[in-house]
C-alpha cells in the first residue's frame, strides 16, 4: 500500500537528494551534503554552501522557466556528489577520506575535472540516444514494419513513442535490478525519501522517527521522469504538425532531424513537469487532483527504492544534518527559508 506524507509541520525550504555510492547525497536551497559509509564502517560526511548558477538572475526563477535550469544544476552536481561517493568506495579499510584538506587541493586537478567532464559527456550521449533518439527511431521502425501511417506529424506517432521510451526505462531499470549493488543504491534511494519526510513532518532527524515513514515521495526523480515522458507526448504532438516540412528525403536522415528537434523542446518539457511534480508534491494532502498525479510515480518507485536498514538510514541522517547545518550557518532560520532543490531520485549508473 502506498502511504501519503506525513502531515504537514511549520513551513520549510524545499530539501532534495539522491542515492549515491554507499551513501546519500543532500541539498538544501543554499547548502549541499554528501555521506557514504566507508569500508571500515565508518560515515564521512562533505558540506559546502552551494549557490545554483542561475541563482542570481531572477528570470531563471520563474515558474515555468526554473525547472530546466534546477535539473541542469541537479544533473551537475549529482554527477560530482556520484564521483565523490566512488573515491570514497575505494578506500582501504582504515584509511581517510580522501577529500580531507591535507590531501587533496580545494580545487580538484584537471585530469580529475577533464574526467568527471567527459563522464558526463558519455552520459549525455547515453542518455539521449537511449530515451531520445532509440524510442523515435523504433516508432518509426514499427509504423514502417506494420505499413501504419505514423506520421511525426499526427498525435498516433507520439502516443507510441511515449510507450516505448516508458518500455525502455522500465527495461533498464528491470536489468539493472539484477545487480546487488544496485540494490543497494536503491536501499540509500529509500533512505533518503525517509529521512526527507520525517525533516518534512518537523520530525527529530533520529532513527526512531525516519524509520517510521514511508519510502515513496512525490517529488521525486522516478515520478518526474514519467511527467516529462507524459507532458513530452503532448508538446511534440503539437509543435510538430506546425513546423515546415524537412528538406531531408531519406528516412534515417530525416528522422534523426526530428531527434534534433526534439532536444531543445525537452526544456521547456522539463520545466513544466517541474511545476506539476512540485504542485503535485506541496498539494498531495490538500486534493485529490494531485494525489491521482502522483500515485504513477509513486507506484513505479516500488522498482527504483528498496526498504533501507538502520546503517543506511544512519548515514543519510548524516547527510541531510550536515546540509542543514550549513543553511543554518548562512544566518538562515531552516524553518522559513524557500528555494529551488530538484530531487533526481533514481541513479545514473
Known sequence: MLHAPPPEAA?????????????????????????VRLPSGEITTQAQPYTPFFQGYRVFKLPFVRGAFVMIDALVVGMKALSWSAEQAAIEDGGG????????????????????GGTMAFSLVLGIGLFVALPHLLTDGLGWATGTALDVEGAAFHIVDGIVKLGIFLAYIALIRRSPEILRVFAYHGAEHKTIYAYEAGLPLELEHVRKQTRFHPRCGTSFILFVVS???????????????????????KNLAQVAIKLPLTLPVAAVSYEIIRASSRFYTKAAVFRWLALPGLAMQRLTTEEPDDEQLAVAIAALSSALAVEQTLGGNVLGLEGEVFELGAPSS
Open 97 to 116: 577520506p580522501l577529500d580531507s584538506p591535507a590531501e587533496r587541493p580545494e580545487r580538484p586537478p584537471l585530469k580529475d575535472r577533464l574526467a568527471l
Open 231 to 253: 507532458i513530452s507526448i503532448l508538446v511534440f504532438a503539437v509543435v510538430f504538425p506546425l513546423l515546415p516540412p524537412l528538406p531531408v528525403e531519406h528516412r534515417l536522415l
Open 11 to 35: 513551513p520549510r525550504p524545499y530539501v532534495g537528494g539522491q542515492a549515491i555510492i554507499e551513501g546519500v547525497f543532500m541539498r538544501a536551497p543554499r547548502a549541499l551534503a554528501m555521506a
